[in-house]
Structure formats: structure tokens, C-alpha cells
């Protein structure tokens, strides 16, 4: 949902597995990111969180109620505030929606802050190294 000013919504996970991040690659494929999407009309950001690990991702899981936190970045001329959650990973699949779109990988929490781009989304990535610490 797109808010005041050019401002849009966003909801994005990190999910784990056996203390390893799950990152995508974005739709062009340049560069490393955690699954996420717009937040809908109707949704919750946590449902969103869980919708796009699945369509992204094929991945399923258990969603921490509180976020992780929220980063800003620029797409297509509008600012996008993503709120993050962490997910615990229960399963994955090979096929999935969005699977001929995307690559997927697991890293270590601390190779994934090196491979992410978003600045905002390191911060996040480093505080999730912290805690597995």
C-alpha cells in the first residue's frame, strides 16, 4: 500500500534455519535480498512477512511476533519502508511461485550481512549475528 508522499509499505522476513539466513536475489537479479513485499490492503505486515518467504522463497515457518526492526531504500523513484520479521523455518520446497525468478541461498548470519546490499537490511542482519552469538 503505498503511503503519503511517495512512500511505500513494505513487509519483509528473515528466515532461519540451523542458525543460516535464507537470502533472494531481486527480480533483476543484481542483488541479494530477504523476501518481501507491499503490504496489502486488508493485511497485516506479518502476514505479508510470511506471504512473500512463500511466493519468494518456498519457505513456511513460525514468524516472531515482534519485528525485528524497519530499513528505507529506493525503488523506481519511491522510498520504501520495509518493517522486517524473523522467521523460524519449519519447511522449504523446490517449486514454488516465484522459484524461475529468483535464486535462493543459505548462508551464515555473517556472510549474509556481507552479501546484502541495503545498508538498512546489514543493520538488521547484524543484529540477528548478535543474538545467535
Known amino acids: 500500500m503505498a503511503g503519503q508522499g511517495g512512500l511505500l509499505r513494505q513487509a519483509g522476513v528473515v528466515p532461519i534455519r540451523n542458525s543460516q539466513v535464507c537470502l533472494v536475489t531481486s527480480r533483476s537479479g543484481k542483488r541479494w535480498v530477504v523476501p518481501k513485499g507491499t503490504i496489502e490492503t486488508g493485511k497485516s505486515a506479518g502476514e505479508i512477512a510470511l506471504q512473500e518467504a512463500w511466493e519468494e522463497a518456498g519457505l513456511v515457518g513460525l514468524l516472531r511476533q515482534e519485528p525485528l526492526g524497519s530499513y528505507l531504500y529506493e525503488k ?58
Not at 524473523?86 to 550481512?113: H, K
Open 76 to 133: 523506481d523513484g519511491l522510498i520504501c519502508h520495509v518493517i522486517v520479521f524473523q522467521m523460524l523455518v519449519t519447511g522449504a520446497v523446490e517449486i514454488y511461485p516465484e522459484m524461475g525468478l529468483r535464486q535462493r541461498i543459505w548462508l551464515p548470519v555473517s556472510q549474509a550481512v556481507s552479501r546484502a546490499e541495503d545498508a538498512g537490511l546489514r543493520e538488521i542482519l547484524r543484529d540477528v549475528a548478535s543474538a545467535e552469538r
